[in-house]
């Protein structure tokens, strides 16, 4: 009983992980991605809270800036431009900037996510991708609240609600689609090309522009139809339409901008798949 009682216990087996610089299969990837669920929630909340930490009006001001940036807008144009005929443009200005502050926002936080990120990649494992797609999920308490801003103030601006209202829906399912798809990318190629922040910078004051977020399409003549191949502009439209409906008045093609978005976002999907199923566990080494 005596020798038995001495013998030492039985160190307990511990599951070894693995890692190695041999990429996992589409499957696996995808798999890993919901295995590691809990952890995209986690830090999506934790984005949220650090972004509006001691602010005093706290989410407020995710409505505010495009809020404050929409009524410019369509002062300016609407009072000095008269760009608008039979529909209210207040509305039609309001909706599509409040989608375009999702986009800015996401595309300015989430393509630096994988970088920004690496003291917390360094010690723990979990798919580089969920340190972007969380900062798409911290957004969207921001945008819903925009919407529902919006939904209020669509009798205030004279367009009461109509069936094309629903297709807010669509609208914003497109808008986090592509704007997910797109910062995965450009979170990957980030990690090897660090001018990609700067260039994000310029081209959201350039894409500002030539996205008819506050000015319709019809107005640029022979250059409307050209706008439909820029992948914001399916996106824009479709805001518009929620809000106030009559494509015929100021959209070139709507289903050809739409048609435009969709294909980008899921040639943008698949590549950023490829490029963080294989590449993945390489980005360690060059943050």
Not at 5 to 21: F, K, L, Q
Not at 27 to 56: G, T
Request: hydrophobic share 50%; with cysteine.
């Amino acid at each position: 009983m005596t020798a038995l009682a001495e013998r030492p216990a039985a160190a307990p087996s511990r599951e070894t992980y693995s890692i190695g610089p041999e990429p996992r299969t589409r499957r696996e990837w995808l798999l890993d991605q919901w295995a590691h669920r809990e952890v995209l929630v986690m830090l999506a909340r934790k984005q949220f809270h650090v972004r509006y930490k001691r602010a005093l009006f706290g989410v407020l001001w995710a409505v505010a800036v495009p809020g404050i940036q929409a009524g410019i807008l369509a002062a300016v144009f609407s009072h000095f431009v008269h760009t608008h005929q039979g529909y209210s443009y207040p509305a039609y200005v309001v909706a599509a900037v409040f989608g375009w502050s999702y986009y800015s926002q996401t595309l300015g936080t989430g393509s630096t996510a994988i970088v920004d990120g690496s003291s917390l990649a360094d010690k723990l494992w979990f798919p580089r991708s969920v340190l972007v797609i969380s900062e798409c999920l911290a957004a969207l308490p921001g945008l819903c609240i925009s919407l529902v801003l919006l939904l209020i103030l669509l009798p205030i601006f004279g367009v009461g609600y109509a069936p094309h209202t629903l297709f807010l829906i669509p609208a914003v399912l497109l808008l986090v689609a592509f704007c997910t798809s797109l910062t995965l990318c450009l979170s990957a190629l980030h990690v090897y090309f660090r001018d990609v922040k700067y260039m994000i910078q310029a081209s959201l004051l350039v894409l500002f522009y030539l996205t008819p977020v506050a000015y319709p399409q019809r107005r640029l003549g022979g250059l409307g139809p050209w706008m439909d191949f820029n992948p914001l502009t399916g996106v824009a439209n479709m805001f518009h339409l929620a809000a106030v409906g009559r494509p015929d008045l100021w959209a070139t093609n709507l289903p050809r901008s739409v048609a435009v978005t969709g294909g980008v976002t899921i040639v943008l999907a698949l590549v950023a798949l490829e490029a963080h199923r294989r590449r993945d566990r390489l980005f360690v080494d060059l943050l």
